[in-house]
C-alpha cells in the first residue's frame, strides 16, 4: 500500500499548525518575502547566488520548525521529470548556453550530444533554483492557512482595484487552485487503490519502477481531471447556495495588522533580495 499513499508526498497546499516566528507573522510579509526571494532565485545564474539561497530558505524552514524530511518527501512525485530535464539540458543544450563566470569548455561530444561546462552549471543551478522554490512554497503554504492566503492575497491586490483588478475573485481563485492540489493526490490515490482492489497491476519493482508507474498514471489523467470538474461543480453550486457575492461592496470580518516582526521580516527580505540582484553579477562562478 505504499506505493498508493501518494498524500504524503504532497507538502504544498498542507497547513502544519505551529508557533513558530514565521507562523506568526503577517500572511502579507509571508508572501512578500516569497516574491522577493522567488526574483532573487529566477535571475541568479551562479553557483554562489543558488548556494546563498538554499542556505537561507533552508534556515527559514528550520526557523518554523518543519520537519525537513517532510518537505524534500514533495521532491519525489517529481523526480522523474526532474531526471528526465536534467539529462536534455545536460545532453542537448551545451552549446547554447554561455557558463556563468567561466569559459566556454567543451568536456564531452559525440555527434549530436554536447557536454560543456555550461551545461553542466544550468543543470546544477535548475536543481538549485528548484529546491529553492519548492523550500518556499512549502513554507508559504505550510505556515500560513488557507484563510490568511485568500486575506493575505486579497489585501495586496486592493490597490490595484482603481486599474479594474477583481482582487477578491483573483484571491479566491488562487487559494481554490491550491487547495485542489492535495485534493486531486487523494482522488488519484483513491483511484490507484480501486484499479489495484480490481487486479490491476499498478505497483511495479526495479530500478526503472516509476517508468511503469508513470504509464499507469497517464491513463488516470482523463478519470482524474473529470472527478476535478465535478468537485468544482459541486463547489460553484454550494456558494451559489450560501448567495455568494464577491466584487465590490464585500466587507471582510478579517482586518490584517502589520506587528513589529512584520516589519523586520519584510524588510530583512527586502534588502536580502535586493542584495542578490544587485551583486549576481560579481558573483566569482
Known sequence: MEDFELLRYVTVGQYLPGDSLVHRLDPRTKLSVFLFLTLA??????YTANAVLV?????????????????LSGLRPALPIIIALAILQLL?????YVPYGLESR???????????NGSVQLVVVSMLRFVV????????????TLTGLTHGVEAMLR???????????????????????????????????????RGASIAHQGKLRFVSTARQVAVLIVPLFVDAFRRAEDLILAMQARCYVGGRGRSSYVHLEFARGDYIAYGAGLLFALAI???????PV
Open 277 to 283: 540582484l544587485a551583486l549576481r553579477n560579481r558573483f
Open 92 to 96: 542537448f543544450y551545451g552549446g547554447h
Open 41 to 46: 532565485a529566477t535571475f541568479s545564474l551562479s
Open 55 to 71: 542556505l537561507v530558505t533552508l534556515g527559514l524552514v528550520l526557523l518554523a520548525g518543519i520537519p525537513l524530511r517532510y518537505i
Open 159 to 197: 490597490p490595484f482595484a482603481r486599474l479594474g483588478v477583481p482582487a477578491h475573485e483573483l484571491s479566491l481563485v488562487a487559494t481554490v487552485a491550491l487547495r485542489f492540489v492535495p485534493l486531486l493526490a487523494e482522488q488519484l490515490e483513491i483511484i490507484l487503490k480501486a484499479q489495484a482492489s
Open 106 to 116: 567543451t568536456l564531452f561530444q559525440w555527434g549530436w550530444i554536447h557536454v560543456t
Open 133 to 144: 522554490l519548492l523550500f518556499l512554497t512549502s513554507l508559504l503554504t505550510n505556515t500560513t
